[in-house]
């Protein structure tokens, strides 16, 4: 069984900088992509970050230059730095990665349980 857990949300003013994390765990032989996405109320779930085990990323125009999405191998551990928030990263943040799992070597997509991030004016 495999499972993701995001950590790091919370209530913060515009300006300011928070750090998610989502921490991989179970029979995990390796991860390829991961990313995160983001779903504010009444909007559709959009893609935020990618990025592959090799450290190439993909940013949305409305983050680029904000924020910053990295990966530890070691720790199957992806993060993503957010700086200069602002009141439209208000959402949900889900983390999502590419999973090979130990045993059986399939692949398979998995989604964390979502963090919430709150941006006040």
């Known amino acids: 069984q495999v499972q993701l857990v995001e950590s790091g949300g919370g209530l913060v003013q515009a300006g300011e900088s928070l750090r998610l994390s989502c921490a991989a765990s179970g029979s995990i032989f390796s991860i390829n992509a991961m990313g995160w996405y983001r779903q504010a109320p009444g909007k559709r779930r959009e893609l935020v970050a990618t990025?592959?085990?090799?450290?190439?990323?993909n940013y949305a125009d409305s983050v680029k230059g904000r924020f910053t999405c990295s990966r530890d191998n070691a720790k199957n551990t992806v993060y993503l730095q957010m700086n200069s928030l602002k009141p439209e990263d208000t959402a949900v943040y889900y983390c999502?990665?590419?999973?090979?799992?130990?045993?059986?070597?399939?692949?398979?997509?998995?989604w964390g349980q979502g963090t919430q991030v709150t941006v006040s004016s």
């Open positions: 990025i592959t085990r090799g450290g190439r990323t």
């Open positions: 999502n990665a590419d999973i090979i799992h130990s045993y059986y070597r399939t692949e398979s997509n998995y």
